[in-house]
């Protein structure tokens, strides 16, 4: 473990400044601010904020309408130790504390350590759309939740959650303007079905589009060829049949019609020459269906039913340029999940069940299937590869809580998951100059395994308003597949197994100065045996990709945030984010070596230092934040790293009774800097290794105006 003294002493010492600082008294010369409760519900026990033993970070409805934030993409780089890897149209691939996948390209497997969701729908590894419109929060929770997600949840989990249906009408409309052709407008209404029942049947309806020109021109074709043009529309019904059900439903369709564009030859960051431009395509139709029942005596049953169809297409000119060797990747996948989740929880009494204060049983099941057909049509060899992925998890869980004290609380979880895998990579490859076949290639690997984790978390309340928490929880990343038939076994592996990981925090929350400051800080220790790391093996357009096992890895760190109520308009904001890591050497069975250094994806600090000040009625408000992060390396058996950045967002607006006008900009002093970085040879005729730079959006402003009834 490297640094894990100066990490803890350093928790220490915060918690002593925040606990001395509650015992002094302060004059109340400034107004006592009120903080709504904010709950949290990607946890297994939904909680309100403040009572939560968990690193999390939340923002709620009023951070998400402050101007500039129009996709969960624009929060990423301000989270304590979230990460994530570019090379798409928006953010999908991401990472916490150093867990999580950075890609999926033909024959990778759709296997992600980061659970994403919209509400009850499941979209891991299908970031791209992450719309804010109409959203009520956006939580997320760091550290594996293998109590409440088991596989997909190694890293932690992002759930975005939307507005919901209200007995009353109300609704939103808003719209935004800005450089980068930037044109996006949303409507949203709900209110109830049945005015002499208000309560029986509700429904709230959010329409949303969005384009602009993706930052890219090209300069071949002269038009904007990674423009954005992304679609979604969401019903949620509520419906209280009578005093004992209570039934939740959403729909949700998304049709994400983006170019991809993005890299050139010389770095140049904002021209491409692409003969032949890509696509980043997304069509999502998805339900979701909860029921709750409180029909039981100390019990309340809640069955949760899931369906996702997902088409996408994912395309790149593989040269860059109208002037080599004229090779285009063309990806297209279908997936499909299904989940079904039952669960009972106890009513929240004392001695629910003797000893036990509270518990939580359940049950669940996903199936995942996902079809690809891989194309790359370089004239003189035209390849081709269709890969089958098809997936079942059966899960028990149980959580339990017993109370020593009115101020003491132990919380026991427990997990066990049965993963089954089976899949089927095909090559194909037709030589033009011959006009023949190479003979077939087919692999059909599987995998299954029984995994366990679960948690031990001790509460104390410190105080009335300071909450402590010291947990250790067993997560896990489920073995797999390797589906990409241009690998070769054995030397290459069809299989990888399961990795481990151990996670202790101790953490502290809480406010003082009568509310005015609240402030949460969490030390972490992750220890990770069998490490799963992908590798992949070419040059230019023709690349081979698996996942393997390396060694152990270790990850240490904190993230704390803090907020100041200056005064009852004006506030002051931080977090701070810390981690060191390290990679024990390995070496693959087919020779890939890597690790012995930090682990990619693990930048050493990060921090957003931010300032609001908005009226409690009509006037001008505005908000400030400069946000940081060291570098980090995108892979584990790369030495590239994407180079640190500091970057500065601010608004300024007016808000008149239901209307709110606001002039926004981001990345105010135009910093450059990467998403994502790679380190090969494309360029013909040598094909030399070199650095190559997916680099970040640049300086936007824009104004948007909403209204709101």
């Given at each position: 473990m490297k640094h894990p003294i100066p990490t803890l002493l350093l928790t220490a010492v915060i918690i002593v400044a925040l606990t001395a600082a509650r015992a002094q008294t302060v004059p109340a010369v400034v107004p006592v601010v009120t903080l709504n409760a904010v709950r949290?519900?990607?946890?297994?026990?939904?909680?309100p904020l403040a009572r939560l033993s968990a690193s999390v970070t939340v923002y709620d409805d009023a951070a998400l309408r402050a101007g500039s934030v129009h996709h969960f993409g624009d929060l990423v780089d301000q989270i304590p130790n979230l990460t994530w890897s570019g090379g798409t149209s928006r953010p999908r691939y991401l990472q916490i504390r150093g867990v999580g996948e950075n890609s999926q390209y033909e024959g990778e497997t759709p296997d992600s350590a980061v659970r994403f969701l919209v509400d009850d729908l499941d979209f891991t590894g299908l970031g791209t759309?992450?719309?804010?419109?109409?959203?009520?929060?956006?939580?997320?929770?760091?550290g594996p939740q293998a109590g409440a997600f088991?596989?997909?949840?190694?890293?932690?989990?992002?759930?975005?959650?939307?507005?919901?249906?209200?007995?009353?009408?109300?609704?939103?409309?808003?719209?935004s303007i800005g450089e980068d052709a930037l044109r996006e407008g949303g409507f949203a209404i709900g209110g109830p079905l049945i005015a002499a029942k208000p309560e029986q049947f509700m429904a709230r309806l959010a329409i949303y589009q969005h384009n602009s020109g993706g930052f890219r021109r090209n300069v071949t074709l002269n038009r904007d060829t990674n423009a954005r043009d992304e679609f979604t529309a969401r019903?949620?019904?509520?419906a209280n049949l009578s005093p004992l059900w209570r039934w939740e439903g959403t729909v949700l369709f998304s049709d994400v019609n983006n170019g991809f564009d993005e890299y050139m030859l010389d770095n140049n960051g904002r021209r491409t020459f692409s003969g032949q431009p890509g696509r980043d395509e997304q069509r999502s139709t998805a339900g979701s269906l909860r029921g709750t029942y409180a029909g039981l005596a100390g019990a309340r049953l809640t069955t949760v039913t899931g369906g996702s169809r997902v088409k996408s297409i994912y395309s790149y000119d593989d040269d860059w340029t109208a002037a080599s060797y004229q090779g285009f990747s063309d990806l297209r996948r279908?997936?499909?999940?299904?989940?079904?989740?039952?669960?009972l929880d106890s009513a929240l009494t004392r001695a629910a069940l003797g000893w036990i204060d509270r518990w939580t049983l359940g049950a669940y099941f996903s199936k995942t299937d996902e079809d690809s057909a891989y194309t790359d049509t370089d004239p003189g060899n035209i390849r081709g590869l269709t890969a089958t992925y098809r997936a079942k998890n059966l899960s028990l869980y149980g959580q339990i809580a017993h109370d020593f004290s009115a101020h003491t609380r132990l919380i026991v979880g427990l997990r066990t998951e049965r993963v089954d895998l089976d899949g089927r990579g095909t090559k194909t490859r037709y030589r033009t100059s011959r006009g023949t076949y190479d003979p077939v290639i087919t692999f059909v690997p599987s995998f299954d395994d029984t995994v366990f984790g679960g948690k031990l978390t001790l509460e104390q309340d410190i105080a009335a308003d300071i909450l402590g928490f010291a947990s250790t929880t067993r997560g896990y990343k489920a073995g797999g597949i390797n589906i990409d038939a241009r690998i070769s076994p054995p030397a290459d592996p069809l299989t990888y197994g399961t990795e481990t990981l151990w996670n202790y925090e101790v953490g502290l929350r809480g406010n003082w100065l009568e509310h005015r400051l609240t402030g949460e800080v969490t030390a972490f220790y992750l220890d990770r045996a069998d490490t799963q790391v992908r590798d992949s093996a070419g040059f230019g357009g023709s690349y081979r990709f698996f996942t393997a096992n390396g060694r152990t890895a270790h990850i240490s760190g904190l993230e704390a945030s803090v907020a100041y109520a200056v005064t009852k308009e004006w506030a002051l904001r931080g977090t701070l984010a810390h981690m060191e890591s390290a990679l024990d050497p390995f070496k693959l069975t087919n020779g890939s070596t890597g690790g012995g250094r930090r682990l990619a994806n693990t930048p050493r600090y990060g921090y957003t230092l931010g300032t609001d000040y908005r009226p409690a009625a009509n006037g001008f408000f505005a908000h400030a934040e400069l946000v940081g992060r060291a570098l980090q390396f995108d892979s584990n058996n790369q030495d590239e790293a994407r180079r640190a950045f500091h970057i500065y967002n601010a608004g300024l607006g007016y808000a008149w009774r239901e209307w709110t006008f606001t002039l926004w900009g981001k990345n105010l002093l135009n910093e450059r800097y990467e998403k994502r970085v790679f380190f090969f040879g494309n360029e013909d005729p040598n094909y030399v290794e070199t650095r190559y730079e997916d680099r970040a959006d640049p300086r936007q402003l824009g104004v948007s105006a909403a209204y709101r009834f």
């Open positions: 949290v519900t990607a946890d297994l026990w939904e909680s759309l992450g719309g804010t419109f109409d959203m009520k929060q956006i939580e997320v929770l760091r088991g596989a997909n949840a190694a890293g932690g989990v992002v759930r975005l959650v939307t507005n919901a249906p209200t007995p009353f009408w109300t609704g939103r409309v808003e719209t019903l949620r019904l509520t279908t997936r499909t999940v299904f989940n079904e989740e039952l669960r």
